[in-house]
């Protein structure tokens, strides 16, 4: 006799990732003069011409004027099975870490499951909060509950006439 399938109930895992400004420091040689003599003034051009950045570029300029652009993007470093182990997981300021549903899938429109902590940041939760709606609903319920209600006015409307 087989034992019975245990179906396990759908838990959250936890991403951790960080902000990358520029290589590794361990990259080639070869790859840093691409970087710095051939990517990044490619980008400056793209940027000039209204053309998106890999993820977002941050243009800050200092007291006397003069204009600096960082182009920056994500990383993803590691899956944990929980808060604490993600927490631990962010190892540097700019390292933050987000619920994601393990087993499900999330809705093909966009949507966000949770917010990023940065929890090596002055203000940890600032991102915390997801910034689309992601809302899972149960149809079948759903129409049930239309239907008692549509019902429930029926019948109101009826006690309603007789007076």
């Known amino acids: 006799m087989r034992p019975e399938p245990s179906i396990e109930q759908p838990r959250d895992v936890y991403k951790v990732s960080q902000w990358k400004w520029n290589l ?20 400056n051009f793209s940027f000039s011409l209204g053309i998106p950045t890999p993820k977002e570029a941050v243009i ?20 944990f099975e929980d808060a604490d182990q ?6 540097a300021e700019h390292w933050g870490y987000c619920r ?19 929890p090596r940041k002055k203000n940890p939760n600032r991102w915390a909060k997801p910034t689309l709606s992601l809302v899972i609903k149960d149809r079948k319920q759903e129409e049930q509950q239309e239907q008692t209600l549509a019902t429930t006015l029926a019948r109101l409307n009826q006690v309603l006439d007789r007076r």
């Open 100 to 118: 994601l549903p393990l087993g499900r899938l999330m809705p093909p429109d966009s949507a966000q499951y949770s917010g990023t902590i940065f």
């Open 24 to 43: 590794d420091g361990s990259a080639p040689r070869w790859r840093k003069l691409f970087f710095n003599w051939i990517f990044l003034p490619f980008l």
């Open 60 to 79: 800050e300029s200092d007291e006397n004027g003069n204009t600096r652009k960082t182009y920056r993007w994500f990383e993803d470093e590691g899956i």
């Open 86 to 91: 993600a927490d631990a997981g962010c190892l």
